[in-house]
């Protein structure tokens, strides 16, 4: 394993996780559960929100039990997983590595969460036009979606590269 995989994959998930608990403190401090604060003429509105579920509350009905197992046991098994996986891969591109551990920093940081607030996960952001609107999310869901969107990008531009290369 090269220091600088570790290096790497450690400093982009540490970033992640620091500005999510920054960002989470604060809507925990200064936000009203229930009460929405628009910003920029209501193209971002602060909310905050406990999510027992996942993405869009999916699994929120669920049983405790059954919520900490698939949210918090399978998750966090996932993510130590991936944070193995982006450090010692030998032939991993870095940009890759990087989209990996932004995928895990937001996990990471959305598990502490569910660790620190009985299952929940913090949610306060939300954007939109009118009645176009994002689900309310947090800056761990932005880096999760950012690192599958850059590893998405990467694998449709090597399977588009390898269709050309094909006589």
């Known amino acids: 394993m090269k220091l600088r995989n570790l290096l790497l994959v450690v400093a982009i ?17 200064r936000l009203a559960p229930g009460v ?7 193209l971002f509105r602060l909310q905050y929100e406990e999510n027992h579920g996942g993405m869009l509350s999916l699994g929120s009905e669920l049983a405790p039990s059954t919520r900490f197992l698939l949210f918090t046991v399978s998750v966090g098994t996932l993510l130590a997983i991936l944070l193995l996986y982006a450090t010692l891969s030998r032939s991993m591109p870095s940009q890759e590595r990087g989209a990996i551990a932004l995928v895990a920093g937001g996990g990471i940081g959305n598990l502490i969460d ?15 036009i009118g009645g176009l ?11 999760v979606f950012l690192g599958a969107a850059m590893l ?11 269709q050309t290369e094909e006589p």
């Open 13 to 29: 998930a540490l970033s992640c996780v620091g500005c999510d608990r920054v960002t989470k403190d604060m809507a925990r401090e």
């Open 36 to 42: 929405r604060e628009a910003l920029l003429g209501d």
């Open 114 to 128: 569910r660790l620190a607030y009985n299952g929940a996960v913090i949610d306060f952001l939300n954007v939109g």
């Open 133 to 143: 609107r994002t689900a309310i999310f947090n800056i761990a869901d932005v880096a």
């Open 152 to 162: 998405i990008i990467r694998v449709l531009g090597r399977m588009a590269r390898q």
